[in-house]
């Protein structure tokens, strides 16, 4: 799962990439056109933690997130200059984490206004969107007339779901606001519309507001929260620098400040939601890990998570609740107990499922 952390200047972007487990580089990308900070963080997992105390594994791994630290010039969303190569970087990401400022700054220009910044770094997207369907419109309607039979009747299918998203766009709505059929979101899947992806907008406070965080975002959910989009509060510099430290020196800290935990956590879980993932988990002497899959996955799916091999060979999955596993103390206990069970291939995976999948070697 890659997630791209857009915001304006001075909304603290790259210090919530810290707080988030980053490393900003120390080229940076002031200039607008240098590379992004880019940093892999594993996904906190205490299935993963408890599984792993039970089996003593040679190795264990955590699910990861990549976040993408992009820099959007000042001014240029309001002046539609954005870079569009960094546009197409926020393309390729699977979410969005809109970082908006909604502390005081002595370095900026105008008092606090964070749901205007998001709208602002929508409209962009939008724009760039609209173009999208408007070059693509173009397109369909020319050489799009050609081809055999089926791709005349796709292509008309393509333009008739363009022809209903060009209005809204037009409007300055985002396409994730829209409702969408599974055929549209396979019609519209090779464009990775910048305004259709999910959205988790981060309120950035200062420390000194950490009292009212939960009273914020409730707030920010019953007012601006969608479907597609949801709200958190957190203070990044002090985060930030809470992520620093090593765990025993973080948690008084975190105590302190009243922060249940630190936000990374918080993030993934909201970021996991919007997107419709879940994990599931192998474990044994070898390897403790964590797979993310999509809600809906099967057994089939998970297989092929791990391997193509073992879903091409499926023959079943052998399937425990993480927490029966880890009160039983073993696998052979379990099944002892009659806590393991022998599922098939449509077998619908669910969240915290420890899963062996037996599969046929020659096949």
């Not at 940076?28 to 039970?54: F, M, S, T």
């Not at 992009?70 to 001014?75: D, K, N, T, V, Y």
């Not at 070059?135 to 055999?148: I, K, N, Q, S, W």
Request: aromatic share 6%; net charge negative.
């Amino acid at each position: 799962m890659q997630v791209a952390i857009v915001g304006l200047p001075g909304s603290g972007k790259t210090t919530v990439f810290t707080a988030l487990g980053g490393h900003p580089t120390e080229t940076g990308h002031a200039a607008g056109r240098a590379a992004p900070n880019v940093g892999v963080v594993p996904v906190p997992d205490e299935r993963v933690d408890a599984l792993a105390a039970v089996f003593h594994p040679r190795k264990t791994v955590y699910a990861d997130v990549t976040y993408v630290d992009l820099a959007i010039p000042a001014g240029a969303t309001r002046a539609g200059t954005v870079d569009p190569d960094l546009l197409g970087r926020i393309r390729n990401s699977d979410a969005l984490l809109v970082v908006a400022r909604a502390f005081d700054s002595p370095s900026a220009d105008r008092p606090p206004d964070p749901w205007a910044d998001v709208d602002d770094l929508d409209l962009e997207y939008v724009v760039a969107d609209l173009d999208v369907v408007t070059r693509r419109l173009e397109r369909l309607r020319t050489a799009g007339r050609h081809g055999t039979p089926a791709e005349r009747e796709e292509n008309a299918r393509e333009e008739a779901l363009l022809d209903r998203l060009a209005p809204e766009l037009e409007e300055g709505r985002p396409l994730r606001d829209l409702p969408w059929s599974e055929d549209d979101e396979r019609l519209a899947r090779g464009f990775r519309f910048l305004s259709q992806k999910p959205q988790l907008v981060v309120l950035n406070v200062a420390e000194d507001r950490l009292a009212q965080a939960a009273e914020m975002e409730a707030e920010a959910q019953r007012g601006h929260a969608r479907p597609h989009r949801d709200v958190i509060v957190l203070a990044g510099r002090i985060e930030a620098e809470i992520a620093a430290l090593p765990e025993a020196d973080a948690r008084p800290f975190l105590d302190d400040l009243g922060i249940a935990e630190p936000s990374r956590g918080r993030v993934i879980r909201r970021t996991y939601g919007l997107l419709g993932l879940f994990s599931f988990l192998t474990s044994g002497p070898d390897e403790c890990r964590a797979w993310t899959v999509p809600t809906g996955a099967t057994a089939l799916d998970a297989a092929a998570a791990i391997h193509s091999d073992l879903a091409r060979g499926f023959i079943r999955a052998e399937v425990v609740d993480w927490q029966d596993l880890v009160a039983c103390g073993s696998t052979a206990e379990a099944r002892r107990r009659g806590l393991l069970r022998s599922e098939g291939k449509a077998y619908l995976v669910r969240d915290g499922d420890v899963i062996e999948i037996l599969f046929n070697v020659g096949r």
